[in-house]
């Protein structure tokens, strides 16, 4: 059974950083894809945000693109979202996930949800 435990998140000024972590367990960690999610208040979805590979690449929604990092250590089973150059409309709950591939530019999360961790940017 897949466990996942997101914490880091917090409230933090716009331009500002915040660093998150998720510690995965129940699956071969360094064998999965891995994403970040995040849902909005009040938006009932989860949109991708950022995904790694099992090889390391990387990939990101275009809203972030160049203000959040995903990494990960394979030896800790954790995966990372540094963010940088915060926004207001960063503000979300912040979910991490294995992700399966369905094909074209298809992902879907492969477990239940996690807890999250709250992320909220203000002016």
């Known amino acids: 059974q897949v466990q996942l435990v997101e914490s880091g998140g917090g409230l933090v000024a716009a331009g500002g950083s915040l660093r998150l972590s998720c510690v995965v367990s129940?699956?071969?960690?360094?064998?999965?894809?891995l994403a970040w999610y995040r849902q909005v208040p009040g938006n009932e979805r989860e949109v991708l945000v950022a995904?790694?590979?099992?090889?390391?690449?990387?990939t990101y929604a275009d809203s972030v693109k160049g203000r959040f990092t995903i990494s990960k250590d394979n030896a800790k089973n954790t995966l990372y979202l540094q963010m940088d150059s915060l926004k207001q409309e960063d503000t979300a709950v912040y979910y991490c996930?294995?992700?399966?591939?369905?094909?074209?530019?298809?992902?879907?999360?492969?477990?239940?949800w996690g807890q999250g961790t709250q992320v909220t940017v203000s002016s």
């Open positions: 996930n294995p992700i399966l591939y369905y094909g074209g530019d298809t992902y879907r999360p492969m477990s239940h």
């Open positions: 129940g699956i071969l960690f360094s064998a999965n894809r």
């Open positions: 995904r790694i590979s099992p090889d390391g690449t990387t």
